[in-house]
């Protein structure tokens, strides 16, 4: 059977948004490598953040998940590996990944979530999963996109969850 290469959902809220959080934090646990980029791209306000933070909560950050639109890059140790997440509004290019650690960051033990993806869209082309966040009225229009073979399993065992 061939996996999902798109999955496009309707949130009405915010408490839609957190909640397809903890389902692909659920789902990542269970299917994603050892090494992971998901992109979430979409206008301010869109609820990139709101996303991010219910997923990393959802995977276990016991503390605050501090928004990384001024650090560039927040990173957190959940179990054997680390979530690193990444905020380009402010970068310029590619170049100024390197600042950042950004090859060594896409290793093995290392899932990376990146918001304003669209800023360094060479690089973005290389993620796993993409989503996109636009208004829809009040509500949200969810497109996630699997990129490679991972991202389109993570697809499919959200598509089986019901997501």
Not at 87 to 109: N, S
Not at 123 to 131: K, R, S
Not at 149 to 161: F, K, N, Q
């Given at each position: 059977?061939?996996?999902?290469?798109?999955?496009?959902?309707?949130?009405?809220?915010?408490?839609?948004?957190?909640?397809?959080?903890?389902?692909?934090?659920?789902?990542?646990?269970?299917?994603?490598?050892?090494?992971?980029?998901l992109?979430?791209?979409?206008?301010?306000?869109?609820?990139?953040?709101?996303?991010?933070?219910?997923?990393?909560?959802?995977?276990?950050?016991?503390?605050?998940?501090?928004?990384?639109?001024?650090?560039?890059l927040?990173?957190?140790?959940?179990?054997?590996?680390?979530?690193?997440?990444?905020?380009?509004?402010?970068?310029?290019?590619?170049?100024?990944?390197?600042?950042?650690?950004?090859?060594?960051?896409?290793?093995?033990?290392h899932?990376?979530?990146?918001?304003?993806?669209?800023?360094?869209?060479?690089?973005?082309?290389?993620?796993?999963?993409?989503?996109?966040?636009?208004?829809?009225?009040?509500?949200?229009?969810?497109?996630?996109?699997?990129?490679?073979?991972?991202?389109r399993?993570?697809?499919?065992?959200?598509?089986?969850?019901?997501?």
């Amino acid at each position: 059977m061939r996996e999902p290469e798109q999955l496009t959902l309707a949130l009405p809220d915010e408490s839609a948004t957190r909640a397809f959080g903890g389902a692909l934090a659920r789902t990542l646990g269970a299917v994603a490598p050892s090494a992971f980029l998901l992109t979430l791209q979409g206008d301010l306000g869109a609820g990139k953040t709101t996303l991010a933070r219910a997923l990393l909560g959802a995977l276990g950050v016991a503390g605050p998940v501090r928004s990384p639109t001024y650090t560039l890059l927040e990173s957190y140790p959940i179990g054997g590996r680390v979530v690193h997440h990444l905020d380009w509004y402010r970068l310029g290019g590619a170049e100024d990944l390197e600042g950042l650690g950004f090859r060594e960051l896409c290793t093995a033990g290392h899932w990376l979530i990146v918001e304003w993806p669209e800023r360094i869209p060479a690089v973005a082309a290389g993620a796993d999963l993409a989503i996109e966040l636009r208004y829809e009225g009040v509500a949200r229009r969810l497109t996630a996109l699997g990129r490679t073979v991972a991202g389109r399993r993570v697809l499919a065992a959200l598509s089986e969850d019901g997501a």
